[in-house]
T-cell receptor, first 112, second 110 residues
């Protein structure tokens, strides 16, 4: 079956612009996670959705970052007024067990 | 102090060698311990996970968890060039938040 997909695969934007990153989880997976991976850094947790519960937003680095998950499926991560330090690979993962995460290929964001 | 520490390497071994990858952690509440493999420009792929202390074997891979020492290991037997990748450890208490190591870059030389 289809795995987790993310779009776009690459995004180049100018400092100050807003960007939207999309994640399509595996069908039926109730949990969805967003992470950020910078060069030489581990995966940094951003936000976690579980079913219809309120999301765990404790990892969002600033109020410029927000995420939504519509209908318990597709999720969008929005970064407003992008800064150069936002340049990273943004990874999405979904899970049905809350232990075994399946990752998408990531979106490579470059802020000029 | 970081929640999870992992030596970034790089680690270079000849084909057929036994590889040992390790992580240490500080939070004794972690219960699930995972190892991921990540190829260049790809998302991480779960290799195996272990609940609490003990060993788990899957083919050429063995995961060990020592909760008393807060130390986990992944052993790769008969390493192959296709094992060349970055290996990430991860752990969680409940599955809400996962804490990842920075990854160890491994190259297996034919």
């Amino acid at each position: 079956g289809a795995g987790v997909s993310q779009s776009p695969s690459n995004k180049v934007t100018e400092k100050g612009k807003d960007v939207e990153l999309r994640c399509d989880p595996i069908s039926g997976h109730t949990a969805l996670y967003w992470y950020r991976q910078s060069l030489g850094q581990g995966l940094e947790f951003l936000i976690y959705f579980q079913g219809n519960s309120a999301p765990d937003k404790s990892g969002l680095p600033s109020d410029r970052f927000s995420a939504e998950r519509t209908g318990g499926s597709v999720s969008t991560l929005t970064i407003q007024r992008t800064q150069q330090e936002d340049s990273a690979v943004y990874l999405c993962a979904s899970s049905i067990t809350s232990v075994e995460q399946f990752f998408g290929p990531g979106t490579r964001l470059t802020v000029l | 102090q970081k929640e999870v520490e992992q030596d970034p390497g790089p680690l270079s071994v000849p084909e057929g060698a036994i590889v040992s990858l390790n992580c240490t952690y500080s939070n004794s509440a972690f219960q699930y311990f995972m190892w991921y493999r990540q190829y260049s420009r790809k998302g991480p792929e779960l290799l195996m996970y272990t609940y609490s202390s003990g060993n788990k074997e899957d083919g050429r891979f063995t995961a060990q968890v020592d909760k008393s020492s807060k130390y986990i290991s992944l052993f790769i037997r008969d390493s192959q060039p296709s094992d060349s990748a970055t290996y990430l450890c991860a752990m969680t208490r409940t599955g809400n938040q996962f804490y990842f190591g920075t990854g160890t870059s491994l190259t297996v030389i034919p």
